[in-house]
């Protein structure tokens, strides 16, 4: 197991990894520094919003580089590599340490007052994270920056920093809570506080972010592709219209990501249906020849045109609404006809469905209700958000 005790045992690590991989370390550094760099109420909203961005963009390139450098990444203006805080912050440390003749830094159980230099070198560490993502300031062969190892050394101690770098190069690229199986360090719960001071003081504004930075901290992101979508989706004119603005887009961005992902699950299942009921088990057809009425059949092909339509919608650059509406109606009144129909033949048309393993038609629809009506409530959510 590699063991990382120093930003120069993290800078050695890092120079041996591909960029997908140092981006990912640097991002998991900064999302452990974010509470940090918010700083104490009253909290600067645009400069909140700022982080949250820089940590968006970078937490999506430790995923997917393309996405990363397609994003408005620069929407509060240039970014550049800082290197370490380490080196730009010598002075300060210098003069806050209780040993500047003996020329100590600010290092392990001495940490940072409030203010000063802890929540630069939150910021910091977020800083270079958004410029490794967006391939600005990193050098290919060597790494002059520990990947935010000081400044969580800093922020949370010294033998905390060893002991979470070290988990996190034993397992590259994975997504465990971001301070281990343990409690939070004493040193940064003062800085959660503040946290959920912020999160708390508008849900309407932040609601989304707390869902997002607490999904990733106790190690279950939620989806990357909605994070993915959120990064490229969000011009530079959303981000610098502020926090609420961006609040009521990236509602938008779920109602719809919710769609497409009720429309995939069922994409799925439809192709599976397709292939079951052209081969049936074993390549042959169950003995017992179902009998679906023409109301039926025809209710099954509308049910799945619907579908299509409210698919294409999805990904229309300005979705129609009154087309979403109308397919939407088409596709509640199909699935009533199949599910009353299939209800009535339960005994019969399910329980050899079942049997046999043929997911057709009207008994299909009574075993997969549950994923239309998902469905049916993500595109009733989205026709709630469109203009």
Known sequence: MFEIVDEEGSRSWLSQQDRQTRIWFVARMALRS???????????????????????????????LRAAKNSAKLAFGTVGYKGSAQQIHNDQLLLASPYPSQGKVLYGDQQPSKNSIRTE????????????????????????????????????GSKHASKLATADVASPREWPP???????????????????ELFDSDPSVWGFWQRWFEAIHDGVPLPWELSRLVALTLS?????????????????????????????????????TAADNRLGIGGNNPPVEFE???????????????????????????PDKSLIKAALEKLIQALRICLRWAGKKADLAVDETIKWGIRATGGYFLLNSIKFQALIEAVKNWIAILP
Not at 40 to 63: C, K, M, Q, Y
Request: no cysteine; glycine share 8%; hydrophobic share 40%.
């Open 34 to 64: 974010f509470p940090a760099a918010i700083g104490d109420a009253p909290f600067d909203e645009r400069n909140t919003l700022r982080l949250l961005h820089h940590l968006l963009i970078s937490t999506v390139g430790s995923i997917d």
């Open 121 to 156: 070198s939150g910021e910091n560490v977020i800083g270079n994270a958004i410029t490794w993502a967006i391939e600005i300031g990193e050098p290919q062969r060597d790494v002059g920056f520990g990947g935010g190892y000081w400044e969580l050394a800093w922020l949370a």
């Open 178 to 196: 971001l301070w281990g199986a343990g409690r939070r360090p004493a040193y940064i719960l003062d800085d959660y506080t503040n946290l959920n």
């Open 236 to 272: 530079d004119q959303d981000w610098q219209s502020g926090a609420a603005h961006v609040a009521r887009e990236i509602e938008k961005i779920e109602a719809l990501f919710a769609v497409r992902q009720s429309l995939s699950d069922l994409a799925t299942d439809r192709a599976e």
């Open 292 to 318: 679906w009425p023409t109301a039926v059949q025809r209710s099954h092909t509308i049910a799945w045109t619907a579908v299509d339509e409210i698919e294409q919608q999805t990904q229309a650059k300005k």
